[in-house]
């Protein structure tokens, strides 16, 4: 893929009442989007929008122990909307009502998700397949809160039933503030590439809701021609924000009519510092346990050597990760490699089966 740099994208934009900065937003990631790493992004610069991760409507209401970790924020945390889902629709009314007494900002209500967990109760990519059940879903969660509600899906089932356009076009009419596709079927998985005519179909199905492009976006260029190519009015970063912390800030610049830059060492540090500092104030003595993975993304953006890579997929205390990373920042640069060592898990064999 490539794109004209040379061409800034349109500023900010405006999502129900909110007016957001600029037009990149982090994705949801399970097990990796918590308060810490969006914290840790958000200073970075050039994020936009933040969603939590993936939370069951049913746990919102009953204030679950898991749930209230995933929905921990803080006033730095901003703009931020909570994924949500489930089959029933007053099930999900009533989470959106619990979000919007608790002051959060927006609820996104995922359509998109392909686990057979999900799908097999009625929820996530299954609502695909039913248009009156999901349109009910979202009239009935608009009609129960005033901040905005917005939608996450695939293209659809399959390659037999691209559903998303038909769907993009029921949701603006019933008020829906703004739809995430991620340019994949659920019978896809996360395998092969996303469908870029799949996403310029939707964003071409409706009039002025704002359509966010989603998959594949590994690099500012790809953002980039992801939004000339579909026409789509956003675009939210997963894994691409994982393998360079730095891709919002990059986008901004490039926004700004500004060269973008890749960090200096002394940020690479800070910016690992920091990340593992904001997981101890969240997890406390967990978070030795939940930066192993980050660390296998990290490794080969940050210029990790990868003998400390491995270690730091290790570390078992506060003081073994400033050990490691005290030796990371006197041999940086040392790093060949620019593929990270472990990408997120995602499930194997046939996707009927997950």
């Known amino acids: ?28 990631l399970a097990g990796y989007t918590h308060l810490a790493f969006r914290t840790a992004i958000r200073e970075l610069g050039g994020l936009g929008l933040a969603t939590t991760d993936l939370i069951p409507a049913k746990h919102v209401i009953r204030g679950s122990r898991k749930s209230d970790q ?14 949500i889902f489930g089959r029933d629709a007053a099930e999900a009314a009533q989470a959106a009502q619990v979000l919007e007494d608790d002051g959060y900002g927006g609820v996104d209500l995922n359509m998109g998700c392909p686990m057979r967990k999900i799908n097999k109760s009625g929820g ?14 979202a009239r009935t969660v608009i009609a129960a809160v005033s901040i905005p509600v917005t939608i996450k899906m695939r293209l659809g089932w399959d390659a037999d039933s ?30 092969g590439s996303v469908d870029l005519n799949g996403i310029a179909a939707t964003a071409a199905a409706v009039d002025s809701m704002p359509i966010i492009g989603n998959g594949d976006v590994r690099t500012p260029e790809d953002a980039l021609y992801m939004q000339q190519f579909t026409g789509c009015d956003a675009i939210a970063i997963g894994r691409g924000a994982m393998m360079d912390p730095w891709i919002f800030r990059k986008l901004d610049d490039i926004a700004a009519g500004r060269e973008p830059h890749e960090p200096e060492p002394a940020e690479i540090i800070a910016f690992l510092r920091r990340h593992f500092t904001l997981m101890t104030e969240q997890h406390g003595d967990y978070s030795c346990t939940l930066f192993r993975k980050f660390a296998a993304w990290y490794g080969a953006k940050l210029g990790v050597p990868e003998d400390l890579e491995d270690r730091l997929r290790l570390i078992g205390s506060v003081e073994t990760f ?16 620019s593929i990270p060592t472990a990408l997120v898990k995602v499930p194997n064999g046939p996707v009927e089966r997950w």
Do not use: W
């Open 124 to 137: 996530g990519a299954k609502l695909m397949c039913e248009a009156d059940s999901a349109v009910n879903m």
């Open 162 to 191: 691209i559903t998303a356009p038909q769907l993009a076009r029921m949701f603006e009419q019933e008020g829906v503030a703004a739809v995430t596709v991620h340019g994949r079927t659920r019978a896809q998985g996360f395998s």
């Open 322 to 337: 400033n050990e490691i990373v005290d030796e990371i920042e006197q041999r940086h640069g040392e790093r060949e490699s």
């Open 1 to 28: 893929m490539s794109a004209d740099l040379a061409t800034p994208p349109r500023p900010g934009l405006r999502i129900g009442d909110r007016e957001l900065a600029t037009r990149y937003f982090l994705a949801p």
């Open 70 to 83: 995933l929905l921990e924020t803080s006033p730095e945390d901003r703009p931020l909307t909570v994924q």
